[in-house]
């Protein structure tokens, strides 16, 4: 078994910068490729980004490119979320979530939050204009 802990969500205005963190505890000396998805209030959960066991690789959905950054502390099993230039849109509940083990991390099988077989509790985001 997998437990994810988020934490970092907050209150924020329009333009400002928000750090989420995540952490995954699981078999010792497994690390795992880990995402993070959002849900807006009336609105299905949806990826935001995701990283590769090792950090070697990165995805993200088109709307926060440019404005967030998924990296993660290898050591740690800690994923971040750095988000910057945030929008009213942005306002969610940020889940983070632990990629399938057994899977390879492609462009097809990393926005399918089936693929995910842990997740955390989320942590809400609020971006007020």
């Known amino acids: 078994q997998v437990q994810v802990v988020e934490s970092g969500g907050g209150l924020v205005q329009a333009g400002d910068s928000l750090r989420l963190s995540c952490t995954a505890s699981?078999?010792?000396?497994?690390?795992?490729?880990m995402g993070w998805f959002r849900q807006a209030p009336g609105q299905e959960r949806v990826f935001v980004a995701a990283?590769?066991?090792?950090?070697?690789?990165?995805y993200y959905v088109d709307s926060v490119k440019g404005r967030f950054t998924i990296s993660r502390d290898y050591l740690k099993n800690t994923a971040y979320l750095q988000m910057t230039s945030l929008k009213p849109a942005d306002t969610a509940v940020y889940y983070c979530a632990v990629f399938s083990p057994g899977l390879p991390l492609t462009t097809s099988t990393v926005g399918q939050q089936y693929n995910y077989p842990y997740w955390g509790q989320g942590t809400q985001v609020t971006v007020s204009s």
């Open positions: 699981g078999r010792a000396g497994t690390t795992y490729a």
């Open positions: 990283i590769s066991w090792n950090g070697g690789e990165t």
